[in-house]
């Protein structure tokens, strides 16, 4: 009965390739809010309605994580890694022509960067140096957007700001984003408390404002 049925399934099971995707998009957001903001896209909004608006028909989703800081912040960052692993997964194989653009604020940044770039995360309790999103999962990824990262770390190909100073959780000396460096943008002042060592908790909310602009151009270089 089982097989029989089985089989029955797999006659009337279209193949991969025969897959419908007419509703897929051509750009897809995934976006990570900061630390403390409720569900949804929290500062990230206002980048990813500048890069909706610009793309008609793409579409957007918020990485479902806790966004929790303190001594929650560990487990926090854990769960959102993941998540954005398993998001961006689940969307490429439903849709892999849509060309996928990912926007992180604060630790939305933090997690998005862990889960693309591996090297593991020992302060956050990730010891696994593999990146949780398989690279040929990742290639559908053609840009990626971070503001004030707490791995924000000098002297990386893609740091755009006026920060030298290390964040709370830089990455050490040398390893970026490998394969994805070239796709990244990460914005960071010198006086910001989180991603740099300064005192100005406005500037930390203020990356979308001054850099928003720059952060839709270098998008759509990399989008059609
Ligand atoms: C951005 O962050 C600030 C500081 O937490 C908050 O007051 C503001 O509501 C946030 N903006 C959005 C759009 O979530």
């Known amino acids: 009965m089982w097989s029989k049925l089985l089989l029955t399934a797999s006659l009337f099971t279209p193949s991969n390739s025969g897959r ?6 051509n750009v897809h957001v995934l976006a990570a809010r900061e630390t403390f903001a409720p569900a949804g896209l929290g500062n990230a909004t206002k980048v990813v309605d500048m890069i909706c608006n610009s793309h008609p028909g793409a579409t957007f989703e918020a990485i479902d994580y806790p966004a929790m800081g303190h001594e929650c912040n560990p487990y926090s960052v854990q769960k959102g890694a993941q998540a954005v692993a ?8 439903d849709c892999p022509d849509t060309q996928i653009v990912l926007v992180g604020y604060s630790q939305g940044a933090h997690i998005i960067d862990d889960a693309m770039c591996g090297g593991g995360d020992p302060h956050m309790g990730i010891a696994d140096p593999v990146a949780p999103v398989p690279r040929d999962v990742g290639a559908h990824v053609k840009a990626m ?10 002297g990386a190909p ?8 290390n964040g ?4 050490p000396k040398g390893q970026t984003c490998g394969p994805y460096n070239g796709i990244i943008q990460s914005y960071c002042d010198q006086n910001d408390p989180y991603c740099s060592n300064g005192h100005d908790e406005d500037l ?8 928003g602009d720059d952060a839709l151009e270098f998008v759509n270089s990399k989008v059609d």
């Open 86 to 93: 398993d998001q961006v997964t689940r969307f490429v194989n």
């Open 158 to 165: 893609y740091n755009v700001g006026s920060s030298q100073s």
């Open 145 to 154: 957007i971070w503001m004030g990262s707490p791995r924000h770390t000098p």
């Open 204 to 211: 930390h909310f203020a990356y979308a404002r001054i850099y």
């Open 168 to 171: 709370f959780d830089p990455r």
């Open 20 to 25: 419908s995707t007419s509703h897929c998009p």
